[in-house]
């Protein structure tokens, strides 16, 4: 079964997204869906070996209001899963 990005809750500036059979190690980065930019300063890595399990994002004071996805890549650097668009006000 594929990797996946189930949900996105955002409070007070920290992006919690709950996941499904992402790797250990995985990489999960913001991308801002206007010019499909990713943030390297959001990268996180998936440390549970668990199949379900959350991550949290702690977004900097430079990341500007828009739509975002969370984008999420294995050890090789292909692309895992790719959450829904979200809006960061």
Excluded: C, W
Excluded at 11 to 38: C, F, H, P, T, W
Aim: proline share 6%; no cysteine.
């Amino acid at each position: 079964m594929k990797p996946v990005i189930s949900s996105i809750e955002i409070e007070n500036r920290v992006i919690v997204a709950k996941y499904q059979r992402l790797m250990v190690g995985a990489k999960v980065v913001l991308v801002e869906k206007a010019s499909d930019r990713q943030l390297p300063e959001t990268a996180t890595r998936v440390a549970s070996r668990v199949p379900v399990g959350a991550l949290r994002i702690r977004l900097p004071d430079a990341i500007k209001p828009g739509t975002y996805f969370l984008k999420a890549f294995n050890g090789h650097g292909e692309q895992a899963a790719q959450s829904v668009d979200f809006e960061i006000g």
